[in-house]
């Protein structure tokens, strides 16, 4: 199942969907340092991330070009319908050192200062670490790879993240990450390792539901029954 983006007609509205329960946008850049941008990572209404943060920063370091922090934003007053397959006026943004610009254009990145009607930063989704993360440990995980997304139904602002990792390496078969509501905050965690099985809860809030979701790892709702919502965001 797909998470169902339910994005507003404005900015504004979009952010509080995409916004809530994640990682604080960063500083602003010094004097020597641009930010520069482009869309994502949700490039339409009800799709799936179309690109991360890191994805988006791999443009400009290929091409030689140093990413000090990326963050999330929204550009100002630009109105989306409310319909599926519409834009959404999200965008990936990066603060690099001003004297590659050029470089970055010609990656397709543009100043967020072009803008015509202004930017502002934003909380990125709050499964999106996750994602990263799962992006870049596949060599353990040819059997499963997946994020998802958990909310309890009776309480909408109680929303977790799972990142599932199966493959068939001899020392690291399995990886399963509860993140919480900061999205890259670890909740709870259990690997296969070297050194054997490790299993640990930072919140022992969540440890009951860790271990629901450890024994019914193939069950669609992770065994935690009709009071949870869960939806699989990557991949899609």
Known sequence: MRMRLM??????????????????????????????????????????????RTQSAAKLTSAGVEVRSSSCGYMEGVVFPAVCGAGTGEILLH?????????????????????????????????????????????????????LFIQDNLRP?????????????????????????DGDDVLCSNADSIAGPHKSCSAPSHAAMFDTILANLERPDLGLGSGYRVDQVYPD
């Open 157 to 181: 602002d109680d929303r977790v993240i799972l990142l599932d990792q199966a493959g068939t390496c001899s020392d690291a078969a399995y990886r399963q990450v509860l993140f919480g509501k």
């Open 95 to 147: 603060v690099i050192p001003a004297s590659r610009l050029a470089d970055a254009r010609a990656k397709g990145f543009a100043p967020a200062d072009e803008l015509e009607h202004g930017w502002r930063r934003a909380s990125c989704p709050q499964y999106l670490y996750a994602i990263e993360e799962a992006q870049a440990s596949t060599s353990c995980a040819q059997t499963r790879n997946r994020v």
């Open 7 to 52: 994005l507003g007609v404005s900015g504004l509205a979009a952010a509080a969907c995409m916004g809530e329960g994640a990682t604080s946008p960063p500083s602003e850049p010094g004097v020597d340092e641009v930010v520069v941008f482009e869309g994502g990572p949700h490039l339409a209404q009800c799709a799936p991330p179309a690109i991360t």
